[in-house]
């Protein structure tokens, strides 16, 4: 549009377009919206500088020369040169644009890779029409392969998935083709660094324009951490059913032995000839040895009963490696490296050394002539991320030991069920297979864990962690004079095994002890108030309706002198209530001899003299 506004070119050009010719009789600049500071202009043209979507300023053609006003072709040729210049702005923003972003769309890129490389996945296209697999910079990266490579062939990656899985891939992924589905799948596959990992390989199949299908998009996550914590859960679950299984047949067993070895003792002191003495003491043995192995199988089901103190394990160590040199043998060399400083643990030292030893022996048996173990110390703090740990674990403040050996490594598959009770892969009569399952259950009874590393071929490592204690100074063990004066108590004994409580009934009279005996928890309570006095209680821990523990809390309530004696060989560690330990509780556990009881008994009386 062409004006002759004379009023306001300037604006008339930007914001309406038009075209502004005309004359400005004094040359006066201010007189057509010019600065001051411009050179006097009489004739002039003002043109749009504009793309159709923008304005972006104006050009002025002004004095023509030798004409008093510019003519149809100046301002023709005007506005071209305005266009022109249009143009070459906007084509210019465009390319600052493109760049911004092109730049912002390469930092989403970087960001969306890098959250994909720190979730470990990675993004595959396959052209069904090629035989090339297109990947994403995280999927390089997965596989270690240069960060620059985008595509791989398709044999080239089958190569890479472990030999059971790739047929299982393949013929998974052809069905998908097929179907035009979509699949998910776990397979190993030889990841960058650290070999084989477990991932997992969802995908779909794209079809085009007719329905045929062009194109696989997959997306794989490696998985490998979240499947060695799955199968540490279902080791430590599988532990607790045999802990559970084991600690049931061990608790039968004890009473059962406790009557046997009691009886048979008896029988023996009034042997009527050496053949019966004979018989007799073969009876004992048995029976002790059973009693050997009930106790291994307790310690496995953790109802084992434990002293703990605070204890420095470097110390231990030290105290044990004479007697594991010479067990060991000279063929084979044992070291020690022990951290210097370390925290105190709380454990049962007998318990611990039954550990190490078990775990020595083990390493022993491992190694031919020329082998070498080595025992290493260590504070480590667990971040939760330990791997092949169990139980499960989380995270906090250890002292470890742990028993390397470089002798024949184990298989997978012994790895699997090490710690199971009866599992031996040593011939017949060398192995009976308790004693990583007696390792298991102190060390977690303790309150720590296991863990094991191993290759066929390549020796083993056992690494056993036990929660640092924060005091140090280790509490000496009390130790209380059996004093031979303290008999003719009445003791009150409560035990629902019968064959127990009778030999326990005769054990005590013999000893000069009145005995009065309960069945249940419920008839020594109902009985306690009859009674003129009772010095002591001697009880069994885990009864039907009312523990032994409840009991005591009961009686002693009446009868604040009361003293207690718990007789029990299934023991849940979470009874032991410090409220009990607290009122000078002592305990026994089954199976136990006669000399044993009668110590204990007197024990505990003299104790309550004491107070
Ligand atoms: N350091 C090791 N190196 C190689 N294999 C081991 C090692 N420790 C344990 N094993 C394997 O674990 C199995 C179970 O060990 P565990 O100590 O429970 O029983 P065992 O040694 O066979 O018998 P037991 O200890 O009752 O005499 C062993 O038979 C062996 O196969
Ligand atoms: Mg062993």
Known sequence: MMGNN????????????????????????????????????????????????????????????????????DTQLASTLGALAGMAYENARLVVRLQEQTRELREHEEQTDFAMSA???GISHRDLGSSWVELSPSMAHLFGLPADVRRISQDELY???????????????????????????????QAASDGLRWFQFRGRVVTNADGQPSRVVGVITDITERRSLELQLRQSQKMEALGQLAGGVAHDFNNLLTAIMGYARFALDTAANEAQRHDLEEIVKAASRAASLTKQLLAFSRR??????????????????????????????????????????????????????????????????????????????????VASLTPVWGSGAYVTVSVIDNGTGMSEATKSRLFEPFFTTKPRGQGTGLGLATVYGIVVQSGGAIQVESEFGRGS????????????????????????????????????????????????????????????????????????????LLTDVVMPAISGFDLFHKLVERMPSLRVLFISGYTDYALFEPTIADKGAAFLEKPFSAEALIGKVREVLRAGQAD
């Open 6 to 73: 004379h009023d306001h070119p300037v604006r008339a050009v930007l914001e309406a377009r038009e075209i502004v010719r005309g004359v400005n009789p004094t040359g006066d600049p201010a007189a057509i919206c010019l600065p001051l500071a411009h050179p006097p202009v009489h004739s002039y043209v003002f043109v749009p500088v504009a793309s159709p979507s923008r304005v972006y300023g104006w050009l002025a053609l002004v004095e023509k020369e030798d004409a008093a006003v510019f003519s149809d072709e």
């Open 119 to 121: 979730a470990r996945t």
């Open 159 to 189: 190569k890479r998935v472990h030999p059971d899985d790739g047929p299982v891939v393949r013929a998974a992924v052809e069905k998908a083709i097929e179907a035009r589905s979509e699949f998910a799948l776990e397979l190993r596959l």
């Open 304 to 385: 084992h009963m434990v002293e703990t103190v605070a204890l420095d394990l470097n110390l231990l160590i030290v105290d044990m490696v004479t007697m594991l040199r010479r067990m060991i043998g000279a063929d084979i060399e044992l070291a020690t490296t022990l951290a210097s400083g370390l925290s105190h643990v709380r454990a049962d030292p007998s318990q611990l050394e039954q550990v190490v030893m078990n775990l020595v022996i083990n390493a022993r048996d491992a190694c031919g002539p020329g082998g070498k173990i080595r025992l290493v110390t260590e504070a480590v703090d667990l971040d939760g991320s």
């Open 461 to 536: 490592r056992f690494t056993v962690y036990l929660p640092r204690e924060q005091e140090t100074t280790p509490s000496a063990g009390r130790a209380v004079e059996a004093h031979a004066s303290a008999t003719g108590q009445t003791v009150l004994l409560v035990e629902d095994e019968q064959a127990v409580r009778e030999l326990v009934r005769i054990i005590l009279e013999r000893a000069g002890h009145r005995v009065i005996e309960a069945a249940t928890p419920e008839e020594a309570l109902a009985q306690f108030d009859t009674l003129e006095s009772v010095d002591l």
